[in-house]
Nanobody, 121 residues
């Protein structure tokens, strides 16, 4: 089993930055692909970014390209999502997820509890 815990969320003004962290316990993350997803009120959960086990394969949804950066530090068992130039439409609960296979879909085996990110205009 892999337990994932997100941190780093909060309230920020439009144009600001936040860095989300996702730390794993139970197993090392070095064998897993990792994804970030988000769910805004009244909307379905959507893919944000994903990174393969080595960090060499990375995908982003179009709306965050050039603003968000996903990275990982396998030695620290942690994955990051650096979010710059935040917009009010980025407001959502953000989830990290882990799976052996890299995917932009929601078919990840392990999920964190989610963390709120609120961007004020």
């Amino acid at each position: 089993q892999v337990q994932l815990v997100e941190s780093g969320g909060g309230l920020v003004q439009a144009g600001g930055s936040l860095r989300l962290s996702c730390t794993a316990s139970g197993r090392t993350l070095s064998s897993y692909a990792m994804g970030w997803f988000r769910q805004a009120p009244g909307k379905e959960r959507e893919f944000v970014a994903a990174i393969n086990f080595s960090g060499e394969g990375i995908y982003y949804t179009d709306s965050v390209k050039g603003r968000f950066t996903i990275s990982r530090d396998n030695a620290k068992n942690t994955v990051y999502l650096q979010m710059n130039s935040l917009k009010p439409e980025d407001t959502a609960v953000y989830y990290c997820a882990a799976d052996f296979y890299l995917s932009t879909g929601s078919d990840y085996d392990y999920w964190g509890q989610g963390i709120q990110v609120t961007v004020s205009s």
